[in-house]
Structures are given as structure tokens and as C-alpha cells.
């Protein structure tokens, strides 16, 4: 690990301060487990680190009835052990606790989990892989290589690396935002607009500058919240990464009419993936296992496998109409 | 957790619990690299970023530059570090190749440079800094690729328990054969990955080279690294009282120790180094992929005729890891003719080695999945087609078997399990959720092996008896059952027994492994107990006052010793334990021949959609002679049963053949089986003595728990879904 | 950094990069806390910070400054007996080589208070992060679960 100057602010307002200072390159600590990792295997080297775990202001959480607003330094584990997440947003708690580990859950903010990078073996295990995201213009080792867990959407020939995240793809199927703030001041980000494709500039995973901090995730109230699920699908049973995953969060009118409709992937794509057109194929209309897989199908008909991850659209599809059931149950109940 | 089980004696009921379990509890316990002496320097490897060619030039001056660094060593003389050999060929370490010695690369991820400084941080960043030049060369690391070399195990190693196996005219009648059924089953390479890592702390008293290791084989490492730096085995002292797993991965001397001893020579320092994990993958041992062409002839009734097993097992460029792939597929069920072909590919990899029940559970999933072919095709039941088989004699010698209750085992496992409620046609099962619902059957054995040890036995006046022996703990139970033994022996309560092993101070420390460690240990200590009722002039049989029979004879102390051998050895295989050469026997003794044998059934469950494939429930039967510590032996087989779930279900070492090596060097990589992936597991024991194997009756247990489970999961998967898995893991894209 | 360590005060002049972990077996010679894979990838290194089970292998130890750390060897008692969960993993023989056991205890007193032990399943997840590769599971829910319910009725 390269050597870096460390601080650890008390408050937002030291955080702006000392990031407006910061030398280039600098990054913003949270709970470790992604970035001291990272800088571990040296594909993080930054100069400085401000560290921002134990800034109180930030460790919120508040389930109120218009909106759900997590402070950016929650833990993950608090947020999925939280009663009326459980209750009226069981997805949310799910697509927390089917994460990682209890150790890591209890280390690992909510807001730096927004931003984990992904796990794809030749970014992590070693500088001999080409690759664009460590290394721009080295190539991509993934393309033509074990890809058995690589994205099957938003992919280009630069990467195609899978967005390891869960959590921020259940918070994407409820429309949620991040309030972040930094020296040029604040602002809200969607979620849908926070994580970007690879395209040809692999390096650039979302759309925060360096000096900017997430303060807050905001997640309107909604109906669909109680209908929701988040189904996992590992290589085994716990304590691994998505091969496919669903978010899924639904209102179902009394006559079995589908109100609302929201569907994330997660495990599949180069970042969090909102399946809009399945969405809409279900909205209006009736559940059923057949609606369900077609909502599956649809979700994946963009689609673009490699050498070993065909099989996981299928597997998404059917991981698709699964959690529709589950969450149509749940909706009903 | 206290049984009423001591016979012959009229104590209290013994304690049967782990005797060093509170230490471990506690953290107490105190492995390799736990000792933190004054002024230790640690450290690191860089390595090799090539598949497999030449180094050019190493840049070390950032290494250098960095604060704290006492050494950058990129290449040792020829005087500093001498050849030590690979264990399978008469030396003492994981492969013959000895990094830092030569500019060879022989494959990625061999070390390049040794960095050692002041602290873990800095040597870290020091080898992070570390590049190196290479002349490339082309490289093969799979089996079957352009570039691999296949050599005949029989005329490449010469020795009889290596030859080809040969009974009857197999090819003839199994071409006469009205049922055949032939099947190609592939077994990935796999990781054992114990949970320490490879580690060391070694120290220079004088000329005394005192070495802290995590080790299987203190021997291996007290003669390598006598043997490295020229100097007398008697100057180095090997100790590895805890061992936190073993697996076979550290069966020999480990690469980084010679190094590290120069380094420490010349810095006048201790020096520490704790392999990161991402680097026992490509310095140690792993378990080869093999490649299996199994052919069963049998009659309509599917009686067998014949059954022949040619297997392709890879090995490094550099030495060849001996297959013992068909000693066990030779010796489970009568058949009249059968042939064994094994077959070495050379690859560029580090030379592969043992990974529990190394050769047997492999060689087990693929003819006992082709025995499941047979039954199905035959229309017997599983079971009942193994019963039919069962042979009280080795089918390759003609000799008896000193003990064979494969039967039983199965015939009780059967029961246990509820076999008679199944439904043999495939898919045929539901669960209430929907899932597909496969049972599956498999059996196993495993070779009983024996080496020479010494047991030293002391008493003391307040009652303490001291035990000594050869062997190492990693958790299998060794000092357990030497305890209880003990404690049984002379009617003494278990926490008056003190035992030390794995320390080359207390005895010679041959190779534990291979399930031999305590059945070559008890009898040891059996015999030291007889020397030692006779020092104390106390019956032959009974209760002992150790304290008062101490007392009586004047003396503080009594100790004595006693060496055992294995049947059929003499006095010149001791003196290669003193050389610390292997000396292995059997499993094939003068007058019989002697196994474990293992019965597992298995229900697997597999999503009606997604397809996760789930264990819910085991039954394992295992015959390993006297159950000499029967709550240690208990977990080493429901611990065996979840290491065949991993090696059915999830571990594969990938490799790239753009780039060699291994890709997955990580334990988040390597899906080992986590705490929820395990659910029922039930265990039950024949629990017969095999007193022609050795006075102490006991076979090995924690080996043979294992062989057989992957092939009862996949005979169980084909239960479930009607296709046969001929490949491992089988994963839900195969059942999707 | 000053933090506490078991109950006891402890100031180090450390290097920013280096691990709780690395400190606490390095410095501290604190050894019953194991480095198993130093990525976060096995539960080997866990260890209590203000009461939460972490991993100490990724936590720079500048960061438990003014915190309160425990380590298997701060959870017995005042007199020095074993704790609860440290005997029913002797009585369960929930171990082998004992090497990840301290961080499987130091999980398990965590699930524990947690609240997580309301059926054998949610203890194997809630234990799901600590690998016992010896694969001594069974032993681990047994033990896990036998604690749990000795808390739960008052004892």
C-alpha cells in the first residue's frame, strides 16, 4: 500500500473544508471495506484520505411517512435491522442483509456502498490482467475470458464489468436520491442518474466528483415498498455476489390489476438496472406466472452474452418471475 | 458431552472432549506466527507476471528506497540455498523448483524478488514496487491443450505401488461385456486453502536455526532446510504444536523457508512472513485436474466382468506428482478383470500435491458414478449392486483385507437414511415447495497407511503422565485420542494426560497426512504404555496410582520409549525416519491388505425454477477400525462430508490460458462452503477394532469421511433431474 | 491513537496504513485474533469495536481511535473462566483446528446480542461470514444456538 496522509473530520462542514484543500487524487473513507481494500491491492492509491466513518450527522436514519431518509454514514446492517424497513420495505432490508456479511454490513455505510466497485477478478487479482478500468487502454481481460460473472447489460467492448452492488438497485427501482455536497456546493442526484456504463472511460462509474460526499439517501414513501422483494441468487448459499438478482416492488389493485410496477436487476449489468419496458408490460394487467416471465424476458431482451455467462439470462428471467411472485404475495397479503 | 466409556476401568466416566479445545477457545493457542520476537522483520514476495519464461532484469531500486527495508534479494548463490528436491521424489519440499535460485519462470506467480523490513507495511509496499523484464515463452496450463506433454506414470516412476494396475484381461472382457458402459468424468483442479495461510518465524541462535512453522511435516522442514544451507539436521528445531489446518497443503517444506533462514542470517534478526492468500495459490500445493475414462463390463444382471479406469492427471513441467488414482477403484468391488492406466500431463504450473483424500475422492466420483450408470442401466438398486460386489479379499493381491464392513456400512446407512423409500426413477421425487428431490449412494475406501514412530511417556510423582510422539495436530484429533488412549489405558482422568507433538524437541516429526497420523501414533504409545507399566512394576492390564507406583520407585520421574513400526518394516525404515525420509507402509502388507471403507447417501434438493442445488441431508457410515476419540472423529467426517459438498458443488481453481496461473486466488473467488450451506449431517461408526492392522485397531478416519460424497451428490442430482453429471462442481447452470 | 483494547488503555504512534488487525497481533501481541485471508473474505480476523462484531483486517487501526475494542482474549470474565459461548463450542466440538474459532466466538457472542439466533437457519446466515474451511458448522450452530437460548430464558 502506497503511503497517505489521513484525517478524520468531525462534521460535514470540516469534511467541505478539508476536501477543498485536498490534493488531487484525494479520497473520501467511509467504512473501509471497498476503498482500504482496494488500497491493499494498490488499485487505489491515494495521496490522502479524509475519513468521514464517525461523522455523527451523517449515521441517521429516519423512516417518516413522506420519504425514508438514510444518512449517507449509516451502517448497512442498522438500516436492514431497522422494524419498519422490515416491515413496509422488506426488499430494502433484504437487498441488505443478502449482502456481504454481518461484520461487513456492521463497517460498511450505506452511502459508500452505493459506490462499491465491482469484483471482477481481473480488475483485483493482479496487474498482469489487462484492463481498462485499473489500466485505461490496456484492454479488457474479461472479453474473451472467464466472464462466467460478468454483465450481461450495459456492457461495451472497453468492460464489462458487473456492478457488485445490491442495495442501490433496490433503491433504484424506488426511485430514490442522493443529496451530496462538497465545495461547489450541494445538489440531488437521482439514483438512475448517479451510476454510468463503461462506454469507452471504464474508470468513470458514476457521476460524482471526487470532492463531492453523499450525505443522505432519500427514498419517497411508497405502497410498493410493502409489495417488495429482493432475490438473490448465489453461487452459494450466503456470503457471495449475484450471479442474478431482482428487485422487485408492486402494488396489486383488489380485482388483481397490477398498479405499480418497479424492477431492478442486480448482478447482471455494468451498473444498478432499471427494467422499465418489463415494467410496462405488467402494469394494468394481471399476475401471472406467464406475465411474470414475459416481464422477465422483456427485462432481459437487451441482453449480450459472452463465453460463460450465457446461462445467467435465464437464470434472470426466471429470477425475475420469482420475485414477482414473491412480491405479488407480499403485495396481497 | 461426557461417556461412560472406559473399559476395563473403574474411574470416573473419561471425558471425551477435544483436550486442547480450551486453549483454542481462547485464542490461547499459539500457531506459527503468533510468537512476536524482539526485533523481527517481516517478509514479502513480488512474483512473477508471466506465464512461463525467463527473467531478464529485476528493478528494485523503489523497493529499496522505501523506509524500513533491510533486504531486496532477487537471487541467491548457488552455496547460499542448495537443492532440496520434491517430496514425491525422495526430497523434502513442495517442488523441486526453488524460486530465486535460477532466472527460470516456470509459471505465474512464482516469486521473483524477497523483501524483508521493519515492519508488514513497508516490506508490502516494497514488494508492490517491484517490476521485473521477462523473456516470454509459450506456456500450457490445461490438460489436453497444445503443449502439454503426457507421459506413462508406470515407465516415467518405477515403482511398484505406481505401476499400471493389472488383474485379469479387462480389454477382453469388457469388449465380451453384453452391458458397457463407458463415461469421460473431469475432476477440476481445487485449493484446499486451510485457513492459515503459509506462514513462518525463524530465528538464528548461534548456529541453531530455530524454526516456527505451520507445518504437516516438521521433518520435511528440519531436513530441507539442513539441507538448503548445508548445515546439520541436529542444528534446526522445527515446532508446530497447532496447525490451523493442514488438508495435505502443507505436507512439505514450503518455499519461502530457506529464504527467509538466509535473511535472517544476514540481517541477525528473526524474520517473520505470512504468505498473503492470493499467494498460497501459486505456492503451494493444489489438488490436479484429472481427466477419467471409465469402462464397466457386466452381464445382464449387471454382475460385473470387467472394469477398467485410465485416467490423465496433470502435474508440473518440472516434477511429476505421482497419481494413485486407481489404488482405490481396483480394491472396491469384486470384479474379474479390471486395468488401471495412469497417465501424467506435464503444464505450467507449480507442481500440484496432496489435498485431502488427494487421489481417492476424485478416483471415487468417477467410478462410482459410472457404478450409478451401471445400476440404472441394469435396473439394480444402487445400494443393492454394491452389496452384491462386497469382497472379503483384495481383488488385486488375492490377499484378505485385515477388515472390510463396507457392507454394513452400507446396509446401516441404507437404514438410517430411509433408502427404501425411494423412488428409482429419475425426477420422480418432489419436495412440497416444488423442488426436485434426488437421493444418491456412493461408497468409498481409502489405503491404510502406517509409518514408524517414536512415543516417549513419561510419569511423574504428582500423577502427570507426559506423552511425546511423532505426528502432527491440525485439528484432526491426534492429541485427543493419544489422550483418551492414555486415560483409557491406566484409568486416569484425561486432563492428567499432557501431549506434545508436532515438535521436532519431543520426537522425530515424520509427514501426518494420509490418514496414517494416529493409527502410527497409538500404537507408538501403546507400546510406551506396556515399557512404561513395567518401569513402574504395575500389572499388565488395570487401573494404575500413577502418583503412588512413581512414588514407589524412589524416583522424581519415570520415562520411557517405545518405536512402532508398520507390519512387515524393519529397523532401516526407522533409520529413514532419522534421515527424514518418508517411510510409508501399505496399504499392502505382507498378509493382508487394509482399507477404510465409507457408505454416504445423500438427499439433494434443486429449485423447481432457479435451480440452486441444496444438501439438506447426509448419512455417512464409516469403517475406520476402533474409533479411538469418538467426538473428534465425528466432526472429521460430518467436516469430510462438507469438503465433498464443496468439492461437488462450488470449488474450481480456474486458470486462463491467455495469462497461466490460477485466476481465482481468492477465498471470495474460491467458493469454499460457507455456514449455510450445510444443513443435516448424521454419523455413524462400525466402531470394529482391526487388530491385524495394529494393536490399537484403528484405521484412518478423517480422509476416507470424504471419498465418495462428491459422487453421491451427483448420482443424487441425476436422481433428481435424469442428467448425469460427468463433470465437477456441478453448479445451476448444469441443472438450469 | 489512543483507543482501548479489552478494557485497557493503549496509545501507539501507528503508520495510517496498517490494519487493527496487524496492530492488535504486531503491536499488541494479541494473537488470538487470526489473519486468514487479510481481504474481508473470512471471518478469521473479527473482532468487537463499541460492542459490533467488524472486521479488524479491513479497519486501518487509525480508525478505532477513542473506541473500544474486545478481542477473543477481552470475552471471559472478571475471573478469567471461559465465556458462555467458549464452552459450548468445547461441549459441541464446534472446531478442529481451532484457527478461525476465535473469530467464529467473537461472531457468535455478536449474533448473539444481536438477535439473530431466532432458528438454526438465521443463525447459519448470520454465521455465514465467518469460514471454518476444518468445516466444523454444525457443531458451530449448535453452540451458537444453545447460548442464544440460555440467554433468552434468563441464564
Known sequence: MRAFSYVAPDTVDATVAALRTAPPGTRILAGGTTLYDLMKLEIETPPAVVDVHRIAELDTIDAGERELVFGAGARMADVADHPVIRTAYPGLAESLWQAASQQLRNMATVGGNLLQRTRCPYFRNGTEFPCNKRDPGSGCAAVGGHDRAHALLGGSDACIATYPGDFAVMLLAFDAVVDVTGPAGERTVPLAGLHVEPGDEPTREHVLAPDELIVRIRVPATPAGRGSTYLKIRDRESYAFALAAAAVGLTVDADGTVGDCRIGLGGVATRPWRATEAEQTLIGGPLTPQTARRAGEAAFAGARSGAENGFRIELGVRTVADALRIAGERATR | MTVADAPGTTGPPLDTRRVDAREKVTGRARYAVDRVPENVAYGAWATARIGKGRVVRVDTAAAEAVPGVRLVITRFGPDELHDVGFLMAGGHAVQSLQPLRDDRIAYRGQPVALVVADSLVAATEAAQLITAEYEEEPFTVKIGAEGAETVLQEQAIPLPFLADVKVGDAEAAFAASPVQITGTYEHPAQHAMPMEPNASVVHWEGDRLIVDDTTQNANAVRFGLATQLGIDPADVEVRSPYVGGGFGQKNAMHLHLGPIAVAARRLGRPVKMVLPRPQVFHLGAFRPNTVHQVRLGANEKGELLAAIHEVDQQTSRHDLFPSEITTVSSRLYATPAFRGEQRLVRTDVQTPGFMRSPHESPSMFAFESAMDELAYATGRDPVELRLAHDTPTDPVTGLPFSGRHLAECLRRGAARFGWDARDPEPGSMTAEDGSAVGWGVAAGCYPGGIVPVVAHLSAVADGTLTVGVGGHEFGQGLRSAVALLVARDLGVPVDTVIVRAGDTRVAPQHLTAGSWGTASALPAVQAALGELREALDVPASGDVDVAAAVRATGRPAVAVEATTLAPGQSRDDLAQLDKGVLAIGGPVYPEFVTFSWAAHFVEVRIERTTRRIRVPRVVSVVDCGRVASPVTAASQVRGGVVWGIGQALREESEVDSRFGGFLNTTLEDYPVPVNLDVQQIDVDFIDEPDLRFNPAGVKGVGEICMVGVSAAIANAVHHATGRRMRRLPIRLEHVL | ?155
Open chain 3, 1 to 155: 491513537m489512543a483507543c482501548t483494547v479489552n478494557g485497557r488503555d493503549v496509545s501507539l504512534d501507528l503508520d495510517p496504513r496498517e490494519s487493527l488487525l496487524d496492530m492488535l497481533r504486531e503491536q499488541l501481541a494479541l494473537t488470538g485474533t487470526k489473519k486468514g485471508c487479510d481481504q474481508g473474505h473470512c471471518g478469521a480476523c473479527t473482532v468487537h469495536v463499541d460492542g459490533r462484531r467488524v472486521l479488524s483486517c479491513l479497519t486501518p487501526a487509525v480508525q478505532v481511535a477513542g473506541q473500544a475494542v474486545t478481542t477473543i482474549e477481552g470475552v471471559a470474565g472478571e475471573d478469567s473462566g471461559l465465556h458462555p459461548l467458549q464452552q459450548a463450542f468445547i461441549d459441541h466440538d464446534a472446531l478442529q483446528c481451532g484457527y478461525c474459532t476465535p473469530g467464529q466466538i467473537m461472531s457468535g457472542i455478536a449474533c448473539i446480542a444481536e438477535g439473530h439466533c431466532g432458528s438454526d437457519d438465521e443463525i447459519r446466515e448470520y454465521m455465514s461470514g465467518n469460514i471454518c474451511r476444518c468445516a466444523a458448522y454444525v457443531g458451530i450452530v449448535a453452540a451458537v444456538r444453545q447460548t442464544a437460548d440460555a440467554v433468552r430464558n434468563g441464564a
